[in-house]
């Protein structure tokens, strides 16, 4: 009998955190390294924000709370889909969850029996393939690739929904490639999936609020006979710089959101008291900050991508939100490095500029799509500039 269970087997360690894992060590050894692996704002949670916390704190609201989060919390966080996304969502129809990545467990897992399949367009967030297949349903892959801006067409989801097709995820802004969908072409994908009934959505719209060209549309709001079957997901962790607070939130019928609180009420319970009061003052707070982070990002993105396109072998896209870029490599797949070691695929590529010059980045193949890495920019411009010298000189020496 095996101590370990089967359904560990299924999946991996997150390569991202890997990745930033390996790179803090190097850094603890004296290494000099710039990490450009984690996907987390470089900004500091907003004063008042923390304000609400230590409030919280000293109002003794440190007890348990409701499983799907505190009411004031879930108010809102209706209030904020009305806002925002136009989205008549009930109180009883919200969650709130230890992080967005929760919400997309206690999702899944609620749902998903042997032989439901799950499409999810390539690249993807690094944990979507996992938590599905931890669940006990197999992931199927739609590309989405450079050659359609990273984004999932109608004929590509319509070729990939079978009579198993229980859920699509869809991730706009992106993480890895920060591609983003406009309205027009998710009344096209919606308009797929109206002919599958048997399909729920489920949309992570974390990054919404680091949408630079366009203005942000979430699927619900662009076809509102989905939803009934659309599970709304977002979080305060990229909007209000607060990823180590661990909130994210949800609108989903509500048989979905019993269901993940009775999958919860055996996990986590709830999510952390402070941090929801806190999230509640994020939620109902000014954002006038944002406009500064878009700014600098903005800034920060335009002198990656033309420090990267600079780079003979390297292919990038400007991407429209969040605050990575996903490059293509292939041009310089096959060659050796000046440290000798020979760059077969993008993962020797990342390793050998770890090891050799200390950038760390996250391979391509990581988010299912080989061939190309992606590169956090939330990090200073001192830090960024250092970096694609780096990157530059390294990719010089290839031979």
């Known amino acids: 009998m095996a101590f370990l269970s089967e359904a560990l087997g299924r999946i991996n360690p997150s390569p991202t955190v890997g990745i930033t894992q390996k790179a803090r060590e190097l850094k603890q050894a004296g290494r000099d390294v710039i990490a450009l692996s984690a996907g987390e704002p470089d900004f500091d949670t907003p004063q008042h924000i ?8 000293q109002a003794g609201k440190t007890k348990y709370t409701n ?21 008549d969502v009930a109180v009883q129809e919200t969650f709130v969850a ?11 897992m609620a749902t998903l029996d042997p032989g439901d399949e799950v499409v999810i367009p390539v690249p993807y967030w690094v944990s979507y393939p996992d938590i599905v297949l931890l669940a006990g349903g197999t992931p199927i892959f739609a590309r989405a690739d450079a050659t359609t801006g990273f984004k999932l067409t109608p004929e ?7 009579t198993s097709t229980k859920w699509l995820i869809l991730n706009s802004p992106s993480n890895p490639s920060g591609a983003a969908y406009s309205s027009a072409e998710l009344k096209a994908l919606a308009e797929v999936l109206m002919r599958h ?10 990054y919404e609020k680091l949408t630079y060209e366009g203005t942000f549309a979430t699927i619900a709001e662009v076809e509102p006979a989905l939803y009934g079957r659309t599970v709304t997901l977002n979080g305060v962790s990229k909007s209000h710089a607060m990823t180590g607070w661990r909130i994210g939130y949800c609108a989903a019928p509500l048989p979905l959101i019993k269901a993940m ?3 919860q009420s055996q996990s986590t319970t709830h999510a952390s008291s402070i941090s929801q009061w806190a999230s509640v003052a994020a939620l109902n707070g000014p954002e006038d900050f944002l406009d500064g982070w878009r700014r600098s990002f903005i800034e920060r993105r335009d002198r990656v991508v033309a420090g990267l396109n600079a780079i003979d072998g390297v292919d990038c896209l400007t991407p429209p939100g969040a605050f990575y870029v996903f490059p293509s490599i292939e041009g310089l797949l096959g060659r050796t490095s000046a440290g000798g070691s020979r760059i077969v695929d993008d993962e020797d590529f990342v390793m050998a500029l770890l090891e050799e010059a200390g950038v760390a980045l996250v391979h391509g193949s990581a988010f299912g799509l080989p061939g190309h890495f992606r590169l956090s920019y939330a990090a200073s411009m001192v830090e960024l500039e250092a970096a694609l010298t780096r990157i530059a000189d390294f990719c010089a020496g290839l031979k």
Request: aromatic share 4%; hydrophobic share 45%; charged share 30%.
């Open 156 to 162: 590509e989801l319509e070729g990939r929904i079978t």
């Open 197 to 206: 009934p048997q399909v729920h959505v489920l949309t992570d719209d974390i």
């Open 98 to 108: 230890t992080g967005g990545k929760q919400v997309i467990f206690n999702a899944l």
């Open 67 to 87: 499983i799907e989060g505190i009411v004031e919390l879930r108010e809102a966080v209706s209030a904020k889909f009305k806002r925002d996304n136009n989205l």
């Open 261 to 263: 609180a009775k999958l």
């Open 50 to 57: 923390k304000d609400a916390a230590i409030a919280a704190i």
